[in-house]
């Protein structure tokens, strides 16, 4: 069964912190997908990253970098110099092969000036 | 060019009732899926669309429907309402198959309230 865990329910921190989100998946399936996407109090989830299954290469996106790691099972999320903007909640999900997506129980991150 | 729309934005039902939401998919996308978001859960699968057949369906029961367009825009409906099914209904669209191209773009949602 499929299955993505983020223990993190809220983070909260301060302007200009570096902040990490982490995600723990479950799956059988050798090809699959990892993503991230932001949700603002507005409701739309907003697309932030993609990975596939044989893409264990790390990437620095701006502010934005992200930590797969296939031996632990885990996507992790890096925000360096948070801002006020980035206050949302945060969710890692995954794609099987079926195209259907599995959805963490999201981070609630809240940056205070 | 015009991303997911969903429709309407808000809804207030009472329990029993039955509701229908709208979706009408990103410009060239063929597959389209639903969510169901309760407050402070993250979205649970509901079903995917692609060549008006259900293609691939969630943990719901079957009070929950749902119906493809020629046009690729889709429809869910709601039986019996439940107080329960009060949430956030996110529509996603995307190509089919399984590659890079077919990623998934989100819709703003319809927030279901049953009363």
């Known amino acids: 069964a499929q299955k993505v865990t983020q223990a993190q329910t809220e983070i909260s921190v301060v302007e200009k912190e570096d902040v990490t989100l982490d995600c723990v998946y479950e799956?059988?399936?050798?090809?699959?997908?990892l993503f991230w996407y932001k949700q603002p109090p507005s409701g739309e989830l907003v697309f932030l990253i993609r990975?596939?299954?044989?893409?264990?290469q790390n990437e620095i996106s701006g502010r934005y970098s992200w930590n797969f790691q296939k031996s632990t099972s885990s996507f992790n999320f890096t925000i360096t110099a948070s801002q006020v903007v980035d206050s949302a909640v945060y969710f890692c999900?995954?794609?099987?092969?079926?195209?259907?997506?599995?959805f963490g129980s999201g981070t609630k991150l809240n940056v205070k000036p | 060019d015009a991303g997911v729309t969903q429709s309407p934005t808000h809804l207030i039902k009472t329990r029993g009732q039955q509701v229908t939401l709208r979706c009408s998919p990103k410009?060239?996308?063929?597959?389209v899926s639903w969510y169901q978001q309760a407050l402070g859960q993250g979205p649970q699968f509901i079903f995917q669309?692609?060549?008006?057949?259900?293609?691939q369906r969630g943990n719901f029961p079957d009070r929950f429907s749902g119906h493809q367009f020629p046009n690729y825009s889709s429809e869910l409906n709601v039986n019996a309402l439940l107080l329960g099914d009060s949430a956030l209904y996110l529509c996603?669209?995307?190509?089919?198959?399984?590659?890079?191209?077919?990623?998934?773009?989100f819709g703003p949602g319809t927030r279901l309230t049953v009363l």
């Open positions: 996603a669209s995307s190509l089919a198959g399984t590659g890079v191209l077919n990623e998934q773009f």
């Open positions: 799956t059988r399936d050798t090809t699959y997908y």
């Open positions: 990975r596939n299954s044989f893409d264990e």
């Open positions: 999900a995954l794609k099987d092969n079926f195209n259907k997506f599995y």
């Open positions: 410009s060239g996308h063929d597959t």
């Open positions: 669309y692609y060549e008006e057949e259900e293609r």
